[in-house]
């Protein structure tokens, strides 16, 4: 169940002949929709003329026939799927496509600045107005700001880079080329790959490029900028190896699709070996290991492997419930969990039963589902989670941030299973999380865990204070 | 992947007190949305003032907070998912509400008449008029006539029965009482539960119960007539034990949801007795099982228990696949098929993969998987069917019917598997399937498979020819 | 100001060749538009296959382009658009199309039964149902059963016209004819034409054939049933010429389109002449005469003319106002007014005024008139009615039926005077009313100004009390 | 019947009190729609947050009850409804609110500048970036940019005017003020009034005043700024008779609506002098003179009064067509001309006809026009245009700037009376029309008809090539 929210999904596409690339986008969205449901939006190059649309809303609402045929075709596109915390508008979807001296520039962007407020102060005191308070318009106050003593675009990002402090991977389009970037510490996802036509397509996870028809290439590097035009693929290396890497392991854990491949790692195969690690640290004697769909199946079947308990079904999900589930009614919160979950008695009566979760946030999710399981009959519920508790706030787009409601926060391990009424719960070490994808510690963020920021903390969380407060709160 | 479609899902509710039963019957129908995505509806009777909303579509797409709400409150209502072949209207959508000399009568059925051409021609004859072309239009032309000639709605109910022939499990709404009915033969499935309010559920399946926050009390018996009224529930059994059970076996292999219980067996078990046998079977040495999500996924594991060989999970199937997908460009099917369904490589590759899918009807969509499986790295693909080869139409409802489409009725089972690309295939047999809920024969209709139809064949399986027909073509 | 409003606009095309009738009844449904706008609907006859949408709201609302192109080609459509009093459902939306042993049949009606009550309570004890409480639907049930013992459908309609009484004009579209009645009184206009290519046009009122290309011929005359096929036009005039003609004259005064002729009489003209007439029977001394948009400004050009005081425009109405205005927040009503119907202060101030509207239903809006025209400066307002006051209900299809709503049925015209704010108030005669259109009394309704009913008076007016009404308010 | 377009409309409200400001706006914009009906939005300002909903369509269709109350209440307020030319997208939807470093910053504009080019690209050399090419966003930039050299918001923008060339009125809106600021020379109407509760109510036209319930104080003078807040009203007149006026004489023809007074004189008052003095400049003998609805029928009524010519209503004009009409199907240009608007032969037949309309752009629909009121039966056809032949572009904002399409700008009236099938034609003089608002020449621009301009013209009305030009038409 959906508990924890990152932010956006990126996409962008070249090819070498003017053509449908509007759909290709469209695909690659619809593969990187878990990563954003908030809004989506494409925009189509046609040797420098642009065709956006974007909307709130998922890509299957957003886009109908007729709007997506409406972009035409085109040589390049960029898309984006975003999920942002508080209230958005429609003035916050992407790409965000605007006008400057050299014509149009757009960004799709999955970024989360830690300097954000003094950037933004720092523009506001040239002049300069935003639309929205999203930091992928910021960066393109930056870029175009840098393009007026650069002599490319590519300059002028790279300059921008260097600007920049926090989590980002993000694509630009220019009128002739796509250029996507990584952070230097690589704190969110972003690849390349190529497909027969020749195309190259750039997105957040490559279960987005065999979406579009692409194979993966490979990951773009910590710091990389790599610049697409029509005739060749360059890779500007300038700010890479500065940091350590500091990917967010939570990506293997939940956010990413299981078919992807990560900085060379399966995610699938990295959920089975956090599920086998589980077993090693947290092991039960019981007669089935069940994983709460989707995202705690892989891991139970490797506790299972591991462990040599029989795998189960524990639950149905309803496949047809949607962000638009409109949850009519009276009912009680274990019937609305019931409804997009319910629990397969067969599998579960009689039986001593091992549950697999990626995270524990607040718990009451959690009881539910324990509850649920006991009255289709299980006699014990031992509950292991295919992470460490989340005991520090995310600076890098996490939506799970405000430590207050963060149940590992304010209970020890004992009294959380005790709050979720199973019989026993073991989480993930530390250790144990950096392992899972290569087998060894290849560098990652853990700060939600162990507190251990990469970058400095932001001086303001707060950066959107001084547009959506009320007059009379400022005491002016 | 969804291949076949069958008929509708059908729920009634009635409450002591008058409450939100427009919800309960909602969550109910989103329950059973896999029965059919063409229309749905709900009528609510508040005291014998029937509200009704019903459109094409989905549940979700269908009911918003407001038309939902629009239903008021009452204390009994019924409501339908339909599937139907052909082109439907809205007038199609269920339930069909009527007003006659007692008042108001709501019907919402999952029905396949055999003798429906007959029965339409007799009241024809007499002067009616039909709205459409639909079976549950008819029942209650029946009923309303049967009603001047008998002493309550469940008489009129009972005197229908015995005119009706074929496969239908429905649910009648008078102003004062919820009339469940399922036919002497059990084709359909049917079953009722109850509330801690004191409210008595109705559902095709037991997850709808569920959904609504009721527990199951049993099926409805095959021939049994229920009646439900503010006081009692009442059971007749004339018209049942008069035939030899013939429940469609295909709902559990395919069409029931596995969290369902359906005349006491779990579905979900009956998948992996499928998968059981199958392995018992048709064995072959391999390195992993999978299954192709989501009615394979039991069927698989049942496989991979019996056989000792590993569980695997083969494929990221795309949550954010629905009906409206609108697949846009000019893709080729291994890509479209890919964006619904992307195999996870580290699982197949360099293995030799044991893939087990619910059927083959046409055989391309199976050949595009297996391709797909080839293409992450597979070494071998055998390919097993949880059920027996589809040979004959089926008259009662499900939507395979024509032979000419059905690749097993013009090739040996050596063709298909060189057509689909895989290095071995095997069916369960008609022997086993049969086996698969109970243990034993426990009495199923298995005409698809075998051609022993229970009742007899309808005189015209055209029966909405003399409606939807040119006059031109009727040469008159 | 709309303020009464009468049931039901009906169109039927019939075309030599096969072709886009649609879209003529599109043209013509949208030049009936202001004779209903709570439903409309096409339905087009392609050699015997009948294809239809309708829904709840206005044409403009109802049809897309591409819901329209769903009609696809025909030989014949018919159309309708509905006003109904109370609430209605989809369901009431026409043309209503049902199936019969011979095949489809069709009806868009402007009909108001007396007999409807005993009509369906004898359908009823034969076993009959019915989908809605619509007259239209009663008559098909009439003429389906008369076909039964009839050589042709024509016949049946003959047959069931002597069964029906009260007010109606429909038309009915078979596989192959397109047959259109007046009832003979004819109460409710009904007329046809040609266009030059062959194809003949039915229609409530000729601006909807001038809108679908075709000149107007002849009206139908009341009581007579027409018959167009491929081949020929009949007429069958058995019913002609039985009864006085009791045409609605409120149709000439209101409710029909100033461009249409109806029964011979230019509705522009004859709202001229109640102009004139009410100069000659209400004449004031005043610096300009004015008409209330829209209905009342013929009529303030006659009374200019005969009493040669100056024509003004008074009012700028507000032409995007549409049945969907919101009307939000907590405005004065005078305010509501306004936003339809702002005052021109130089045509008003400091003058003496004649201000013509077509009624006074309650007297509220008529106030806030008045209001908004002191308030712009107008010395005196004297007010002229247009036709004569309204003193008993309406059962033919005018919904002002309820008399205890009908200011003139509680008050003096001196009181009415007062109560609306003006400093004299003038009524058009019965007398005067009859002569408007040929100058003479050619034979009209006047039943809501007299009290002179053609027909019987229903026994029940509730005839809808049985379907919905609560169980527990018929003492059951 | 539309030709020409205008561009905008503008609103704004400052209440003492915190209230539903987005209704009365809503309101307003209602009566502002015939000035723009590509886009439409409010944005409602509540103690400095700000809440705004925009969208392209119309006031009806982009508003819904729902996101009305979305906006929420609030001291202030400001809308815009806007006509484009060229293709817009949402974007340009107004207000456009922006964040700076003194918070939220929102306008709603009616603009059009001739040194935007020089402007803009001033701008992009700083590093600015747009989000869209219309001149209102650069209007922000300007004042943005002066804010920060500048004590208050209102020398800011005084500051801004002395940098804009053009024809602009506009409403700002900061944090805690309302801005109403008028170009010197005045092309643009604008005006303010108050309502009973203590609201300033400013407004492109007097209409929307009144539909908001305020009554109109004065016109905001050519070259005013005026600051509202909270406790009082500034005027700041440094710009004030700088520049000869010249408001666009057009407003009074065709714009603005005939119950709004522009600088002292109503609308409909001009147009009835318009229709006098073209009976005096172009007298013929005829029976009827008639209006082509609805901007040639006060002009129609005043030639009538000076010529002596009977008043006719000629024509019935649809009242439910709107900008979706959907004009289906393959009916020629007359038929579609007719569904809009049908002649009334009894007002035709027969007659020698003088027909007043506003202008003649393309002259095609005139020529339809001409030959329905000849199908319905007039032996002579006269028309008269309110306006002098448009021969010159428009550089402040009406669209029908390019001379191609213009039939005045390539024929002589002779030969235009031919084209359009006339038995006489004639224009009002530019000495004519400059009388007809205050009986002299008050100030007005007349460039369109004399190519008096009175700015320079601009450098580049290619304004947006940068954006919207292909890279390979750039020869880049």
Redesign the interface.
Known sequence: MSKIQEECGVFGIISPEKG?V???T??GL??L??RGQQSCGISVN????FS?YKDLG???DV???SN??SLGQGNMAIGQVLYASGNI??DHAQP??????K???AIAANVCLVNAFELR?EF??????????SDAELI??II??E??RSKSIEEAVSKALSRLEGAYSFVIMS??KIIAVRDPRGFKPLCYGARDDGSIIVASES?AL??A?AKLIRDIAPGEVMVFDKNQTRSFTEFCNKENPSLCVFEYVYFA???S?IDGA?V??ARLNAGRILAQEHPVDADVVIGVP?SG??AA?GYS?ESGI????G??K?????R???A?????RE?KV??KL??????LKGKRVIMIDESIVRGTTSARIVNLVREAGATEVHMRISSPPFLNPCYYGTDASNSDNLIASHHSIDEIAKIIGVDSLGYLSIEGIKKIACGKDCGYCTACFDGLYPTAKPTSTDRTS???????D?NK
């Open positions: 449908d509007a759909s290709s469209y695909y619809f593969a929709q878990h046609d040797d420098g003329l956006t998922i890509v299957n886009f109908s026939r997506l045929e508008t429609r965000i496509v605007v006008n400057h001296t014509g149009k520039l102060e506001e005191l040239k002049g300069s107005i935003f639309h929205t308070n393109l106050h175009v700001e393009r007026l009128p002739k279960c065999n979406a028809g699709r299981p078919d491949i399966s699938h195969t989707d199946l892989d079947l492997r029989p795998y189960g079904i639950f149905l309803n496949k047809y419930i949607a638009t589930f409109i009519p009614g009276q009912k009680t019937d019931r409804i319910n629990p397969i008695s067969d599998t001084k547009y959506d407060r009320k007059i009379s400022n």
